[in-house]
């Protein structure tokens, strides 16, 4: 068993090894036809720009995109400077340096990479998955009797905080600043799932499909593994089953299958506000000029944030969301799950907490009503501020560094939910209605408290769940995703996820007596 | 400002100063020679076996004793003088109190084993014991093999802690089934099995005779006495029980059985003299418990009844129903009331015994023969609620009232499988009744009484 997850291992770690290799890979020559498709598809009327890729790139043999890329930025920057100082402003070209060399790069790719598809999909993804699948199945007898098996995870290299942590740390990080950023290099990565691009939407594949195929596939894989590890409690086996279903059904499938039939892009559980540019303007024209659909989903959007999540976090509390339905949250259940311990627990942490996550909301709740007031008056500005530069800085600053690089890449560091802890908007709206206005709450058996620890330790947003249980105080946290981890790993049976009734949900107790009449005290004030 | 001095800093005596502080605003000073700040001792497996750190098992963050004023001193008390109220340090300097707490728990019982004093015997009470099984204990390469002395929770603990890092554990039990002075016999066979089949060398009826030493005082092998067999090993745990931790007050006025003797008050002989904790020994036993109680929790609920008493609200200890929980390897183990084992059974106490078929999970509860009032319940594998069982104790509810709503009791996590109508099935098969599952009801759950 030991020798088959070694193997497993190796096999994983060469399927990632070319993987992580073929961004600087391949070779690139763009034929004349192709670029004027380009040219004509993107509706470029920069003779500049034309004439610079014609005699520099068009026909030459490329290795690679790091090659092939800085003579577009430069083709582009030289054509707008001479554009911009002789305000052509039909010839300037909008598109990003990135985007551009991204689509040029796609469709001059033509070496082995591109010629062997499939067989490069094997050798990255498919070793990936066979590898990673050979690494987790043995634990069905490894882990022996049902029951929590953290043995070991803080002697463990990659769960403490060990150099592999910090590796796979710096290969997130990475991953994500590639994807978001430099999304050229991401081409080769689009051409290993183009077949499967084109079956589902009828188009080659983009860097966000590879972000989404390669998002389906991780948390399919770690679902596996929580499946084994979690296999007596029937709790995280449906609750995994349910996030990995509306991650491959509703985020991935749904959406890629209503472009193929001419339909929006759209995902139907991803609410405002974590949708943040559900209202921007392009998305409400786009809508709008779809028609029936559009309607539908413009209507359901708002049926949705309005009526929908907030009613169902009175009955179930927000976990119906965070820990059974979102994206953001199915990752963090299930690639992020080795490393859930290492939340901060700290006061600190929690007021840090309390003010990001908040403003955030106060953030994307001011942008959207600029964005609205915008789109109504037809006005660029609100009270002198561009509300383009508005959506432009949450963009980067919250929906990419924030919810990708940082909520993500920090997983092996901060633990798995620091973007569902510290920044996401949604979360923050359903912990209000939570705290206030719920049904939810974790149940203590207060007495039998032994203070240990397991429950804190594995919270993933980082609930001293310790200090309420050993109070016998039901936890009614705004943060809590009622993942149901902390009454796994308790050792003395002390907390329950529970949907009571709303009465003597708040319980208060200063003193939890073991004397006979104030413990009968305790019962009554119930 | 009267000064409080606390002599521990275990759940006992912090519950204690964390309580006088809530209430008042004394000056507070908590002594230990053991850590810096205060750990659940109980957790201290789950830092072996890699869990947790021990920073974890810290319920509270460094800053806390300074914002609550509560002092902590590192030291070791070597005498206590009752007349001047001076506590005398093994450091050399001295503490002056105005009302004095015990509240030094327990040590591991020894009972004068050749060779149990070498390198590598272990208790697994103290962080210091902990400390000295990481280094005589690391992995399998250094201790080939591990015997464990004592059939009690604290040697399944540390079977379960040897086992993680695949250390080889032969587990030496006086009595001819685990545990069976507290457990029935149905779930003591139980546990049993549950121990061998996690590949531990459980020997039932078997006593230690020596433990043998190598040449440089360390640990060689243990003799077993009924067969005189000699068993090679790196590592010796002691475990069979716990002693009142308190030779240091030998010399004092302060009156001593095996623990320091306490009224219902917590109070010794000397005025402003308490003890509490697994150290306290009641004069006269409460109902059916010991006067001597090793359990995290009623050291928890000594401390909150002293604190009342010390600012001013005399309060006597009066423990509501008993109630345990701990965990066997896997296999979680809750109860409620009284349940008797084999021996020290009353006669009139009758058990209901029902176990699944396949799983290792059952329950056993406990009634009056005669008046079928229930009287307590044991489980295993099922979670149930506290509050629930203590309202129906009191109450003093019949049993066959306790088996018809027993769904209102359930606390397993949701879409767990539930058993209690296979439990009623069983019941009125055995007893002839006719009773029905009442449905969960969130009403009784939280009515008034």
């Not at chain 1, 803080?154 to 590639?178: C, D, Q």
């Not at chain 2, 006088?20 to 957790?43: G, N, P």
């Not at chain 2, 060779?115 to 099984?133: P, W």
Request: glycine share 8%.
């Amino acid at each position: 068993m030991k020798a088959i997850k070694t193997i497993g291992l190796v096999i994983f770690l060469v399927g990632l090894a070319i993987f992580t290799a073929l961004p600087l890979l391949g070779t690139f020559n763009l034929n004349e036809a192709d670029f004027n498709t380009i040219v004509k598809e993107q509706n470029i009327k920069s003779d500049i720009f034309i004439n610079d890729l014609k005699s520099n790139v068009v026909g030459k043999d490329f290795n690679g995109m790091q090659s092939l890329s800085p003579n577009i930025s430069k083709a582009i920057t030289n054509a707008n400077e001479a554009h911009i100082k002789n305000k052509e402003w039909d010839k300037k070209i909008y598109t990003s340096s990135s985007d551009m060399a991204a689509m040029i790069g796609k469709k001059s790719a033509n070496g082995f990479i591109a010629n062997n598809k499939g067989l490069m999909w094997l050798l990255t993804f498919g070793l990936g998955i066979i590898g990673a699948l050979m690494f987790i199945l043995p634990n069905v007898i490894l882990l022996g009797k049902k029951g929590i098996k953290n043995d070991g995870i803080y002697h463990e290299s990659a769960t403490n905080r060990g150099w592999i942590g910090w590796m796979v740390f710096i290969f997130l990080v990475s991953f994500y600043l590639v994807l978001y950023f430099a999304s050229e290099y991401a081409t080769n990565w689009t051409l290993l799932v183009d077949p499967i691009s084109e079956a589902l939407s009828g188009n080659p594949a983009g860097h966000w499909f590879v972000y989404g195929f390669m998002y389906c596939t991780v948390m399919t894989v770690m679902a596996v593994r929580m499946y084994i590890k979690y296999r007596h409690n029937i709790y995280q086996v449906f609750r995994t089953t349910s996030v990995l279903f509306f991650q491959i059904v509703f985020a991935f499938l749904i959406p890629e299958i209503m472009v193929r039939l001419q339909m929006p892009y759209y995902d139907f559980k991803n609410a405002f506000p974590l949708d943040y540019d559900f209202f921007f303007q392009w998305n409400l024209k786009d809508l709008i000029n779809n028609g029936g659909i559009g309607i539908f989903i413009l209507v359901w959007g708002i049926v949705l944030t309005l009526i929908i999540v907030p009613v169902m976090v009175y009955f179930f509390g927000k976990r119906w969301y965070c820990s059974w339905v979102c994206g953001c949250g199915g990752l963090a259940e299930t690639l992020g799950d080795p490393y859930r311990q290492h939340s901060d627990k700290s006061l600190f942490a929690w007021k840090v907490e309390r003010y990001l996550i908040h403003a955030v909301l106060l953030f994307v709740l001011i942008m959207t009503g600029m964005t609205l007031y915008s789109f109504f008056t037809e006005t660029g500005t609100v009270l002198g501020i561009k509300t383009s530069t508005v959506q432009s800085i949450y963009s980067l600053v919250i929906g990419s560094i924030f919810a990708g690089v940082i909520g993500t890449g920090f997983y092996p560091i901060f633990g798995n939910r620091v973007w569902c802890r510290f920044g996401c908007p949604l979360a923050a709206y359903l912990g209000f209605v939570q705290r206030f206005k719920s049904r939810f709450r974790i149940t203590t058996n207060g007495g039998q408290c032994i203070s240990c620890g397991n429950c804190s330790t594995y919270c993933e947003q980082g609930i001293d769940v310790r200090a309420y249980a050993q109070k016998g105080e039901n936890i009614i946290r705004s943060s809590c995703v009622g993942c149901g981890i902390c009454s796994a790993v308790c050792p003395r049976g002390v907390l329950k996820l529970e949907n009571g009734p709303e009465k003597g949900r708040i319980n208060p107790t200063e003193i939890l007596l073991g004397n006979d009449v104030d413990l009968m005290d305790l019962v009554n004030d119930k | 400002m009267e000064h409080i001095v606390i002599i521990g800093n275990g759940i006992s005596g912090v519950t204690l100063a964390r309580h006088i502080r809530k209430l008042s605003d004394k000056k507070i000073t908590i002594v230990s020679a053991e850590t810096d700040y205060f750990f659940s001792r109980t957790a201290l497996m789950y830092v072996y076996m890699g869990h947790m750190k021990f920073e974890h098992t810290q319920p509270y963050e460094n800053w806390f004793w300074k914002k609550n004023r509560i002092e902590l001193k590192k030291g070791y008390v070597k005498q206590v003088e009752t007349e001047t109220k001076t506590l005398h340090f093994a450091e050399g300097d001295t503490l002056h109190y105005d009302k004095l707490i015990i509240a030094t728990g327990s040590k591991p019982n020894k009972f004068g084993w050749p060779g149990q004093d070498l390198d590598g015997v272990i208790g697994m009470y103290h962080k210091q014991d902990l400390e000295q099984l990481e280094k005589y204990a690391p992995n399998k390469e250094v201790c080939k093999r591990a015997v464990i002395v004592g059939g009690g929770l604290i040697g399944i603990e540390l079977a379960e802690m040897l086992n993680s890092r695949k250390i080889p554990v032969t587990f030496l039990v006086r009595e001819n089934s685990f545990w069976n002075g507290v457990l029935p016999e149905g779930e003591s066979k139980m546990i049993n099995d549950h121990i061998k089949n996690h590949h531990i060398d459980l020997r039932l009826s078997t006593n230690l005779k020596e433990i043998k030493s190598d040449e440089n005082g360390k640990v060689k092998s243990v003799i077993i006495e009924e067969t005189g067999e000699e068993l090679e090993c790196n590592v010796v745990g002691l475990t069979a029980g716990v002693t009142p931790n308190v030779d240091f007050l030998k010399d004092s006025d302060i009156e001593l059985g095996r623990g320091v003797k306490v009224n219902r008050f917590l109070e010794t002989n000397i005025a402003d003299v308490y003890a509490i904790g697994d150290c306290a020994e009641q004069h006269e036993a409460i109902g059916n418990r010991r006067p001597i109680e090793a359990v995290w929790y009623t050291g928890r609920m000594m401390g909150e009844t002293l604190a009342q008493t010390i600012c001013g609200n005399k309060t006597p200890y009066k423990p509501g129903h008993w109630f345990n929980s701990a965990k066997f390897l896997d296999i979680e183990y809750q109860t409620y009331g009284w349940v008797f084992g084999e021996r020290g059974r009353p006669e009139y106490e009758h058990h209901f015994h029902w176990k699944h078929a396949k799983e290792n999970i059952c329950i056993t509860v406990a009634f009056h023969k005669d008046t079928k009032e229930f009287l307590g319940i044991n489980t295993f594998g099922i979670r149930m609620r506290h509050e629930i069982f203590d309202k129906w104790l009191t109450e003093k509810r019949d049993v066959d009232y306790v088996m018809s709503y027993l769904k209102d009791a359930n606390f397993d996590p949701e879409f767990f499988k539930t058993y209690e109508n296979d439990i009623l099935k069983q019941y009125n098969n055995t007893f002839n009744t006719n009773l029905t599952a009442h449905k969960k009801s969130w009403k009784r759950i939280f009515s008034k009484v």
